[in-house]
């Protein structure tokens, strides 16, 4: 009995440790490649574009996926985040600010994700999907009225830029894992249920607006610090950047990937930059590709390329680990 | 006082043309409970088809306004079959990423094929104003678009409640599964439905044209969201309840880019559906459902 307690902890750590070398030995080759030069500037704003748009989708997902609260307003908390961490930098211009400015990006979008999602969050479905678009286009129209702070149309340029693949990987990585570990606690769980049956789930104890405004803000958290790093990696922002065609192609990422699969929006957003990258010789006719590529997809896989199941290491380990023990036998 | 009736007219103007695409919202929604993003979309390609036959063919402004509708009711029609009809049975967020596929395709396909480039619409009506009071200017432009309007709102309501297949499209909007079981095809009218609403949609269009003489291939995106708004402010589903919306809207937004800033104006459509679905989220004419578990 304790024989295999103490195998079954090895285990979790060894496949811990599986994990967290495969994460460093990718950043040490992307981290290689770049310093050698293979990867150009222009290969690098693709993997700059990626890890963006894995934290929006990887956080969109939490809120549309895993607690079904259908949201287009994702791009709304995105800007709050791009133009917080920008207007910090640009006054205070340090790696310090840098830092601060993304936590206060984070913070102050999850306050407006607050004060968005308690009155918002009591609508349903479509309604609630119009609402949230709404009130991303509203933000994006202050940001473009507030032109003292933000620079209104013309937006804002010169921003330092501290944000590289470092910092891109780290926050990427760290999202991922914060909201795999809230989905497989217990209050992600509640989320799960919210999401299977609401009647059912306030009928067994959840307080279903709890639930779903800390989903919402948990989302609205990582969109922000998404937004921070995109200002500081592209140093130029402008409102048009955040409206609502851009919420749409997060969203689009989290149901490509498949709704309720981290791992799906992973393999989205990088399929999807791949896509576009390899498109951008096409001029005019891309669009039209992407969207009768997309009307394919929908059409004959509308679950997504993963559905909700996940990508996991160490299965894939243990899968061969057990076909090599059958095979010893 | 005369700058309020000015500001009026021109609401009142720009809402009719809100109501019409409102309509086609508010009808497919009621029936199939799909966002049809592509619906903003139709109205474009309207507007554009109208100018082909003004421009090109020489033709006046109700035979263009006729072919117009035509063409978009038939394009209603194919994007239902291609793009809408198999996902029938699919989650609703995958059915409106295929609307908004279809939109997409729609905006770039004819980006495409005409140029980005904003178009100046050809004028097709004799400039005739009216000066009904003093400093008051009704030109011909708005009372057509009052004429059409009121027109197509009368075939409507008759078709809607006095026809065959109104009365088959509003059994299926009440209860699918049960019309279903009462002999009537479904698939056919959910086609019908597309086409009015896609019809309506390609009239705004050419009226938009006429009024703006401007088009452009991503004209169709901020008027068929907040034509959305429209519909969803009146309450979903039900025709006059877009009616009201769509005017509402209108005449709301051209007082806020009259007397307040012309800035905050794509806010206030926004702002005023957050308001409705905060208090009343079924809309001004809707009813309360109760949830049954």
Redesign the interface.
């Known amino acids: 009995m304790s024989l295999s307690k103490t195998t079954l902890t090895s285990s979790k750590y060894y496949k811990k440790l599986v994990n967290l070398l495969v994460l460093l030995v990718i950043y040490g080759i992307v981290q290689l490649l770049i310093s050698i030069g293979i990867l150009g500037d222009y290969y690098q704003v693709t993997l700059a574009m990626i890890c963006i748009n894995i934290i929006l989708a990887v956080s969109l997902n939490l809120v ?1 996926g895993f607690t079904g609260q ?1 949201s287009l307003g994702h791009a709304g908390f995105m800007a709050i985040g791009a133009y917080t961490c920008a207007i910090i930098t640009k006054s205070y211009d340090s790696p310090v600010a840098f830092i601060i400015g993304i936590f206060a990006a984070a913070v102050l979008a999850a306050i407006v994700g607050v004060l968005v999602g308690i ?2 969050l ?2 349903k ?3 609630l ?3 949230t ?3 991303a ?2 933000i994006r ?2 940001i ?2 507030f032109d003292d702070f933000t620079g209104g149309a013309r937006g804002l340029g010169s921003i330092p830029q501290y944000t590289n693949w470092t910092w891109l990987y780290l926050f990427t990585i760290s999202t991922i894992i914060i909201i795999k570990n809230f989905i497989d606690s217990s209050l992600g769980r509640a989320c799960i249920s919210i999401r299977e049956d609401e ?1 059912a789930s306030e009928s067994v104890g959840i307080n279903l607006t709890k639930y779903k405004v800390l989903a919402f803000v948990i989302g609205a958290f990582f969109a922000g610090i998404a937004g921070a790093l995109y200002a500081s990696y592209f140093y130029y922002i402008k409102p048009d950047l955040f409206n ?1 065609m851009k919420s ?1 192609d997060i ?2 990422i989290v ?2 990937g498949g ?1 309720g699969s981290l791992s799906g929006s992973i393999l989205a957003a990088i399929l999807l930059a791949l896509i576009s990258s390899y498109l951008q010789s096409f001029a ?5 590709i ?3 590529l ?2 394919l997809i ?2 004959f896989r ?2 997504g390329l993963m559905g909700t199941k996940e990508f996991s290491l160490s299965k894939i380990l243990r899968k061969k680990q057990t076909s090599h023990e059958n095979s010893a036998s | 006082m005369a700058e309020f009736v000015q500001q009026l007219i021109n609401g009142l103007s720009l809402g009719s043309i809100y109501a019409l695409i409102a309509l086609g919202y508010t009808m497919v ?1 009621g029936i199939i ?1 799909l ?1 049809n993003f592509a619906h903003g979309d139709i109205y474009m390609i309207g507007a554009y088809v109208g100018y082909i036959c003004i421009k090109h063919f020489n033709m006046g402004f109700f035979p263009a306004l006729i072919i117009s509708m035509v063409i978009c009711a038939l394009l209603g029609i194919i994007i239902e079959k291609i ?1 809408y009809k ?2 029938r049975k ?5 059915a ?3 609307a ?3 939109s ?2 729609l ?3 004819t ?2 094929i005409a140029g ?1 480039t904003v178009r100046t619409y050809p004028q097709t009506l004799e400039n005739i104003t009216f000066k009904p009071l003093e400093g008051v200017i009704i030109n011909i432009q708005q009372i057509s678009i009052f004429a059409v309007t009121i027109i197509l709102m009368i075939v409507l309501q008759f078709i809607v409640h006095k026809t065959k297949i109104g009365k088959a499209m509003r059994a299926v909007s009440s209860d699918k599964d049960a019309a279903q079981l009462m002999g009537i095809n479904t698939d056919n009218i959910i086609s019908y439905t597309f086409a009015i609403g896609s019809a309506l949609a390609g009239a705004a269009g050419i009226l938009v044209g006429i009024y703006y003489n401007t088009i452009n291939p991503l004209m169709g995106m901020l008027p068929g ?1 907040k034509a ?2 429209a519909a ?1 402010f009146g309450g979903i589903g039900i025709i006059p309840g877009a009616l009201i919306g769509g005017i509402t809207i209108g005449v709301v937004e051209t007082m806020v880019s009259g007397y307040a ?1 012309s ?2 104006k ?2 206030v ?3 005023i ?2 308001l409705v ?2 208090i009343k ?1 079924s809309g001004l004419l809707g009813k309360n459902t109760r ?1 049954k ?1």
């Open positions: 549309t259908f009155p918002t009591r609508l479905g479509d309604y999907a119009i609402a678009l709404g009130l286009e509203i129209i202050l473009l009225n009647i609502f749409i969203l689009v149901v490509l709704m005019e006719l891309r669009m039209v992407y969207a009768i997309l009307l929908m059409i509308p679950q | 929604y409970k966002i793009a198999p996902l699919a989650t609703r967020i995958a409106l990423i295929t908004i596929a279809v997409l395709f905006e770039y396909s980006m495409f980005a969201l959305f708004v969803v800033s800035l905050y794509d806010a459509a926004f702002a559906l957050i679905l905060l989220p949830e578990v």
